[in-house]
């Protein structure tokens, strides 16, 4: 029997089948046990599987987990468990949303940027979703103005929503519609409040921002996967606060950064790193204007983490 991974909690998944089952599943310990699986998650939220009911107790509604079927894609970021070790976000992804605040708290274009690199690696699509607009004065909105620029000249979707007053959900909507959609962010930039807006009567708990440090409180524990009442599925992560990169080698970096792919074939060296090599194009290109300073100045500030955790 085939089913989709909703939840992760562990040691035990909720999972639904295409008749819309729902099992509380196990692994088989070869799952653990297998030296292929290098992730501190060998099954995620977004993953097919295929499934044994458990006939004992009729009304438990168990099963166990007895193959991972291959997944189209994942995302992962580095396990807050250990710098070396990978945790995969999520698989078999359409789209994914970040969301993303000007203030209460600010998403640093760096976070922005490493999210968008990580995406790219996997092929996943990404919209720029910027919450709380309506705390937004001129000169937030003089901000978001700039951002919007940046990434739509490189070729992402950026809104501007308010989770609370229903300010652009309609478009979200719509983006989200038929999909399978990844939803991630910082701790309190209101991913809950915004998926209560696309999903009334769901209510999840939200929590407003620590006042003293600026930071977002976490309200969510666990990835977890929602079927959406327009067709499609969100999957809901923890808030992160920071999005560390792995399996991306230096020399492929570049390919990552959508605006520096015209120019990568243009240097004179085939394995340039664009910091200080002769007759570097995404250098020239930066001198030039095409390639904004500041992505510029992520991408080295990426490149310069991944050595360090290289090593």
């Given at each position: ?171 979200v909507t719509e983006l989200l519609k038929d999909k399978t959609t990844l939803m991630s962010g910082h701790s309190g930039v209101g991913k809950s409040s915004l998926i209560n807006a ?21 309200t969510t524990t666990f990835a977890e996967m929602h079927d959406l009442p327009f067709g499609g599925r969100l999957i809901d992560t923890p808030g992160v606060r920071e999005f560390g ?34 007759g570097c194009a995404v250098k020239d290109a930066v001198e030039e204007g095409i390639i904004d300073p500041d992505r510029y100045v992520s991408y080295a500030t990426i490149l310069d ?7």
């Amino acid at each position: 029997m085939q089913a989709t991974v909703y939840k992760s909690t562990g040691s035990w998944y909720t999972v639904k089948t295409a008749d819309g089952e729902t099992f509380q599943a196990r692994m088989k310990g070869i799952f653990k046990k297998n030296d292929d699986i290098t992730s501190t998650n060998p099954i995620a939220v977004g993953d097919q599987i295929a499934i044994e009911a458990d006939d004992s107790d009729a009304n438990a509604k168990n099963a166990m987990i007895t193959d991972i079927l291959p997944r189209t894609n994942y995302i992962v970021r580095a396990s807050p468990h250990g710098k070396n070790k990978k945790h995969i976000v999520a698989a078999n992804l359409d789209q994914a949303v970040l969301v993303c605040t000007v203030k209460e708290p600010r998403t640093s274009q760096g976070f922005i940027d490493r999210f968008l690199v990580t995406a790219a690696a996997y092929h996943i699509p990404v919209i720029l979703v910027f919450n709380k607009k309506d705390i937004y004065r001129d000169k937030e909105l003089e901000k978001f103005e700039a951002i919007e620029a940046l990434y739509t000249g490189i070729g992402y979707k950026v809104l501007l929503v308010s989770a609370k007053n229903g300010d652009g959900i309609d478009e979200v909507t719509e983006l989200l519609k038929d999909k399978t959609t990844l939803m991630s962010g910082h701790s309190g930039v209101g991913k809950s409040s915004l998926i209560n807006a696309l999903m009334p009567g769901l209510e999840l708990k939200t929590k407003a921002v620590s006042g003293w440090s600026g930071k977002g409180l976490h309200t969510t524990t666990f990835a977890e996967m929602h079927d959406l009442p327009f067709g499609g599925r969100l999957i809901d992560t923890p808030g992160v606060r920071e999005f560390g990169i792995v399996d991306i080698p230096k020399t492929e970096l570049s390919h990552y950064f959508l605006e520096m792919q015209p120019f990568i074939t243009q240097c004179q060296f085939n394995n340039c790193l664009h910091l200080n090599e002769p007759g570097c194009a995404v250098k020239d290109a930066v001198e030039e204007g095409i390639i904004d300073p500041d992505r510029y100045v992520s991408y080295a500030t990426i490149l310069d983490s991944i050595e360090e955790e290289t090593y």
